[in-house]
T-cell receptor
Framework: GDSVTQMEGPVTLSEEAFLTINCTYTATGYPSLFWYVQYPGEGLQLLLKATKADDKGSNKGFEATYRKETTSFHLEKGSVQVSDSAVYFCAVYGSGNTGKLIFGQGTTLQVKP | GAGVSQSPRYKVAKRGQDVALRCDPISGHVSLFWYQQALGQGPEFLTYFQNEAQLDKSGLPSDRFFAERPEGSVSTLKIQRTQQEDSAVYLC??????????????FGSGTRLTVV
């Protein structure tokens, strides 16, 4: 069945470090891919998305490229800030055309000053 | 409203009690989803509505779980005879378009259910 696998956390970085959070997926066809972020005490927010192969989604300095050949959608940021500390979820549309999202287990990012 | 509103924000239920969780989606949004998020896990799909029609309820874990959206706007998730394993955050999300739309969804802040 459809699934998403994220690198396990927590990921602890110093401010201004480079961030990569790996995400791979299993799904049929060419599903849209998403990264959501959950800040402490808040709900899930859409961070970025990509709808077709080789698309690059970007927002707030974060980027992710839809790699069909490796079924990956790794999240990157060149210079993290303390305010980026949150839980990041990779997600893919599941099969069946109902639009349900299949989420990874989440990766906690902690950025230290 | 401006966002997806869920109530109550927190709910403590005694085992065996029935609970009802409410979701007010963004006005005019066609699609509405319920997800269950256990502690330290990603959200898991429960059910999906397109307007008032429940098109997918494959994620409901048992027949104790029931969801409705009778007028195509507000939705209620009901859990009967709650069990400890039902303890989780229940998230509602809505989207302006039909399935597989490119917008993604707007999530509410969730209802944290604790069954004691």
């Amino acid at each position: 069945g459809d699934s998403v696998t994220q690198m396990e956390g927590p990921v602890t970085l110093s401010e201004e470090a480079f961030l990569t959070i790996n995400c791979t997926y299993t799904a049929t066809g060419y599903p849209s891919l998403f990264w959501y972020v959950q800040y402490p005490g808040e709900g899930l927010q859409l961070l970025l998305k990509a709808t077709k192969a080789d698309d690059k989604g970007s927002n707030k300095g974060f980027e992710a490229t839809y790699r069909k050949e490796t079924t990956s959608f790794h999240l990157e940021k060149g210079s993290v800030q303390v305010s980026d500390s949150a839980v990041y979820f990779c997600a893919v549309y599941g099969s069946g055309n109902t639009g349900k999202l299949i989420f990874g287990q989440g990766t906690t990012l902690q950025v230290k000053p | 409203g401006a966002g997806v509103s869920q109530s109550p924000r927190y709910k403590v239920a005694k085992r065996g009690q029935d609970v009802a969780l409410r979701c007010d989606p963004i006005s005019g949004h066609v699609s509405l989803f319920w997800y269950q998020q256990a502690l330290g896990q990603g959200p898991e799909f429960l059910t999906y509505f397109q307007n008032e029609a429940q098109l997918d309820k494959s994620g409901l874990p048992s027949d104790r779980f029931f969801a409705e959206r009778p007028e195509g706007s507000v939705s209620t998730l009901k859990i009967q005879r709650t069990q400890q394993e039902d303890s989780a955050v229940y998230l509602c999300a809505s989207s302006p378009d039909n399935p597989q739309g490119a917008f993604g969804y707007t999530f509410g802040s969730g209802t944290r259910l604790t069954v004691v």
